[in-house]
């Protein structure tokens, strides 16, 4: 009884997972341990969302595929989570990738996970794995470009609609050669337990493009045209364009209108050997200053008695707030209730300060009068 309700209730969800659980049954299981030495070619694909603070309602998802051998990394902007168009996605690799795909690990999502993507793989001779559930490190590799590589460039923040989507494309394609031709990496090459105590040891740092020109897999004609492309490439103007399409992206998620400037390579050289003192240089993690409020966002209770109550405190600088309240209330001039306590405590407080000052300095004002630190 209560199966049919709950089947009733969500559309059928129950024959959905059916379905699903059929494709993972066809789909093997490949752990972190099983990848060995692969040739460059098989990858490990994940989903990124660009939900924000709530993940309700349609935004922004990038799909990351590394290379496990080389560690070459492609971010494809997709508008919507949908599994045609991964499939489009990953067939539209195939001209922008030096080696063809020979193999796609992805996760349990239901995105990868049905026929559609099944079906693609297995006419286009591509082996289909998938991770085990709830073990993020069977891909350890894509895992780690989402961090250094989408979330680098793109943060945390909420992109929606056709026009965030277009912005953040085109950031890729100005990050995607800098990614795989000037950012060097490295991988774990084993760990060896001392007691409480890990020691880990790693490879050289290198390139994706140096890994791919090391490797003996790599047919001569494949190195011979990433050769000739990393010669045409000039990583301070890529990162030149990486950051203009960054303040464009930042624009469009915060509704504001982007500024149609060509970019100055000059004033961006400049500015790399200080831009550490500033914080974060990238558009894309800046948060915007908040404007500081500077006037009374709800009428002054002491505007009318405020002479009264100086009246009493030159006569007796020590009174209190609270004591100076009761006595207010009781005089009868005008109705001042007890929550605006802390309201007279502020006021008194300034009022002694600027004696203090007065003291002190001798002068009323010396707002700009350097404090100490």
């Not at 959905?16 to 694909?45: H, S």
């Not at 390139?207 to 047919?219: G, M």
């Not at 609270?322 to 009022?351: E, I, Y």
Request: charge should be positive.
């Amino acid at each position: 009884m209560f199966p049919r309700i709950r089947e009733h209730a969500y559309g059928g969800r129950k024959k959905k997972r059916a379905a699903l659980n059929r494709i993972r049954k066809l789909v093997p299981v490949r752990t972190f341990a099983d990848w060995g030495e692969p040739t460059p070619g098989f990858f490990e694909m994940d989903m990124v969302v660009h939900c924000g603070e709530r993940a309700e309602g349609s935004f922004v998802h990038s799909l990351v595929l590394t290379d496990v051998a080389s560690g070459w990394t492609e971010c494809i902007a997709l508008p919507v989570r949908e599994q045609a168009l991964i499939v489009e996605a990953v067939d539209g690799l195939w001209a922008r990738l030096p080696f063809p795909v020979l193999g796609i690990d992805t996760d349990h999502d239901s995105a990868f996970l049905n026929d559609t993507l099944f079906n693609y793989c297995k006419d286009q001779g591509i082996t289909l794995t998938r991770s085990r559930a709830y073990h993020k490190n069977d891909q350890a590799w894509v895992e780690q470009k989402n961090g250094s590589v989408v979330r680098k460039l793109v943060d945390y923040g909420r992109l929606e609609g056709l026009s965030a989507t277009a912005a953040l494309r085109r950031l890729y394609e100005s990050s995607r050669f800098y990614t795989n031709f000037f950012q060097p990496s490295f991988k774990l090459t084993g760990k060896t337990r001392y007691g409480a105590r890990v020691h880990k040891t790693y490879d050289d740092p290198l390139t994706p493009f140096t890994k791919l020109h090391e490797n003996e897999y790599v047919s001569k004609e494949t190195k011979a045209k990433l050769k000739r492309q990393i010669e045409c490439l000039d990583p301070v103007a890529l990162l030149t364009q990486i950051r203009e399409c960054q303040e464009h992206l930042v624009a469009i998620s915060r509704k504001r209108t982007p500024e149609a400037s060509a970019p100055e390579i000059a004033p961006f050289v400049k500015n790399l050997a200080i831009a550490w003192k500033a914080g974060e240089v990238r558009p894309t993690h800046r948060s915007e200053p908040k404007r500081k409020q500077w006037w009374r966002a709800r009428p002054d209770p002491f505007a009318t008695v405020w002479p009264m109550l100086l009246g009493w405190l030159e006569e007796q600088p020590d009174l209190e707030a609270k004591a100076m309240l009761k006595r207010l209330q009781t005089s009868g001039h005008g109705h001042v209730p007890d929550g605006q306590l802390r309201t007279l405590q502020r006021r008194v407080r300034g009022w002694r300060m600027q004696i203090v000052r007065h003291l002190v300095y001798g002068a009323e004002e010396v707002a700009d009068r350097p404090r100490p630190r």
